[in-house]
């Protein structure tokens, strides 16, 4: 098995929004925002090639959307997927399975094309099954108002009509072990329903894919917990024991929306869970 880290682009979001209670005296010290209260966001995928499958966790944002949505997000940067993709030596046509942690438009949005003439959608990954959950798509087809500019149907409903939607297998507790991708899933339900936590086994570690469960580093402390939460108080409950069970087992956490940090470790201190260590990509995966 080899892991690749692919940016799929970054962009800025409302520190406020980031952090819900938390006073920006606080959270600027780990996450600065500029002039206009926006802080550094970044969409890291994950690439996992196992044998003949090449499996990709969430692919960012995508580029069908009007200028007008983009400009509500600040995009910086020049990384893409297809141009991170081609840097690890593969294309979008390669892929044979793309993984949704959930269908949040940051998270599923490179899923899904333009067609030639823009009179439709088209997968962005021709060869591949995508991977969603049932409970989480029938949360995500009918949205509730709250989360309604998050699930777009213009990401979400081409995946089912071009036949290679498939959903994990339903959950037993909060943790399964998908045997069609190899790998663990830990379902966490404060940020959105049945979000998908992968734990994947690499050499002697436990990686982890973190989504929205943990985006930043600043996000470490407890009551730091996003605005965008729609059970805030049951997400406390999850990262609560999912920290203390990273900082007990040794995790190595990978950051999606991190802009500055790229995988770290935590430990256990008289104050909580607390920031261990951080790594680059290329330290743990070569």
Same mark, same amino acid.
């Not at 509500?72 to 949704?100: A, C, P, Q």
């Not at 830990?186 to 940020?191: N, S």
């Given at each position: 098995?080899? #892991?690749? +880290?692919?940016?799929?682009? $970054?962009?800025?979001?409302?520190?406020?929004?980031?952090?819900?209670?938390?006073?920006?005296?606080?959270?600027?010290?780990?996450?600065?925002?500029?002039?206009?209260? !926006?802080?550094?966001?970044?969409?890291?995928?994950? !690439?996992?090639?196992?044998?003949?499958?090449?499996? !990709? &966790?969430?692919? =960012?944002?995508?580029?069908? *959307?009007?200028?007008?949505?983009?400009?509500?997000?600040?995009?910086?940067?020049?990384?893409?997927?297809?141009?991170? #993709?081609?840097?690890?030596?593969?294309?979008?046509?390669?892929?044979?399975?793309?993984? @949704?942690?959930?269908?949040?438009?940051?998270?599923?949005?490179?899923?899904?094309?333009?067609?030639?003439?823009?009179?439709?959608?088209?997968?962005?990954?021709?060869? /591949?099954?995508?991977?969603?959950?049932?409970?989480?798509?029938?949360?995500?087809?009918?949205?509730?108002?709250?989360?309604?500019?998050?699930? #777009?149907?213009?990401?979400?409903?081409?995946?089912?009509?071009?036949?290679?939607?498939?959903?994990?297998?339903?959950?037993?507790?909060?943790?399964?072990? $998908?045997?069609?991708?190899?790998?663990?899933?830990?379902?966490?339900?404060?940020?959105?329903?049945? *979000?998908?936590? +992968?734990? @994947?086994?690499?050499?002697?570690?436990?990686?982890?894919?973190?989504?929205?469960?943990?985006?930043?580093?600043?996000?470490?402390?407890?009551?730091?917990?996003?605005?965008?939460?729609?059970?805030?108080?049951?997400?406390?409950?999850?990262?609560?024991?999912?920290?203390?069970?990273? /900082?007990?087992? =040794?995790?190595?956490?990978?950051?999606?929306?991190?802009?500055?940090?790229? &995988?770290?470790?935590?430990?256990?201190?008289?104050?909580?869970?607390?920031?261990?260590?951080?790594?680059?990509?290329?330290?743990?995966?070569?």
């Amino acid at each position: 098995m080899q #892991l690749y +880290p692919i940016k799929a682009g $970054n962009f800025k979001l409302d520190g406020g929004a980031m952090f819900g209670v938390v006073p920006k005296v606080l959270w600027n010290k780990t996450n600065p925002a500029d002039s206009k209260n !926006l802080i550094d966001i970044a969409a890291r995928c994950l !690439l996992i090639e196992d044998g003949d499958r090449l499996i !990709l &966790i969430d692919t =960012g944002m995508g580029n069908k *959307q009007s200028d007008k949505f983009f400009s509500y997000y600040s995009l910086w940067g020049d990384d893409s997927l297809d141009k991170s #993709l081609k840097e690890v030596g593969f294309s979008s046509d390669d892929i044979t399975d793309v993984f @949704i942690t959930h269908l949040h438009f940051d998270h599923c949005g490179g899923t899904i094309n333009w067609n030639k003439d823009k009179t439709g959608y088209e997968l962005a990954f021709k060869n /591949a099954t995508i991977w969603s959950n049932e409970n989480h798509w029938d949360w995500a087809v009918n949205p509730n108002a709250r989360e309604k500019a998050s699930f #777009l149907k213009e990401n979400i409903l081409p995946m089912q009509e071009s036949g290679h939607l498939k959903f994990v297998p339903r959950q037993k507790g909060d943790f399964i072990f $998908n045997d069609d991708l190899n790998f663990g899933v830990l379902f966490v339900d404060g940020h959105t329903e049945k *979000q998908m936590i +992968p734990h @994947i086994s690499y050499k002697d570690k436990t990686i982890v894919f973190m989504a929205d469960l943990l985006p930043t580093v600043g996000h470490i402390p407890l009551p730091y917990v996003m605005g965008y939460d729609t059970r805030p108080l049951l997400t406390l409950d999850e990262k609560e024991k999912f920290l203390k069970t990273a /900082a007990d087992k =040794g995790y190595y956490l990978f950051l999606e929306h991190d802009a500055h940090n790229e &995988i770290i470790t935590v430990k256990h201190t008289e104050k909580g869970v607390r920031l261990n260590e951080t790594f680059s990509c290329q330290e743990i995966f070569n």
